[in-house]
Nanobody, 120 residues
């Protein structure tokens, strides 16, 4: 059974940084795509970063390009999202997702989410 567990959310002032972690179990992150989505209240879920492990490439939404960085630690089976220069509009629940790359942008495996709140 696949389990994805996010951690690292919290409250921070605008301009600050946070690093989210996603620990994967029952699933190897060396054979799939993994990524981060977020959902703010009243808004649709948004894909913000994805790592294609096969190609070694990363893609980002325009809203986070240059501020967020996705990375992984294969030995720890963990995905990260480093978030810098945070803005109030980054406030959302952040979700980790994993699946075969062909399923993107609708992966089937999700974490429970972690809340990020950015105050001005």
């Amino acid at each position: 059974q696949v389990q994805l567990v996010e951690s690292g959310g919290g409250s921070v002032q605008a301009g600050g940084s946070l690093r989210l972690s996603c620990a994967a179990s029952g699933y190897t992150i060396n054979s799939a795509c993994m990524g981060w989505f977020r959902q703010a209240p009243g808004k649709e879920r948004e894909g913000i970063a994805r790592m294609n492990v096969y190609l070694g490439t990363t893609t980002y939404a325009a809203s986070v390009t240059g501020r967020f960085t996705i990375s992984r630690d294969s030995a720890k089976n963990t995905l990260y999202l480093q978030m810098n220069s945070l803005k109030p509009e980054d406030t959302a629940t952040y979700y980790c997702a994993a699946d075969h790359c062909t399923t993107w942008p609708h992966p089937r495996n999700w974490g429970q989410g972690t809340q990020v709140t950015v105050s001005s």
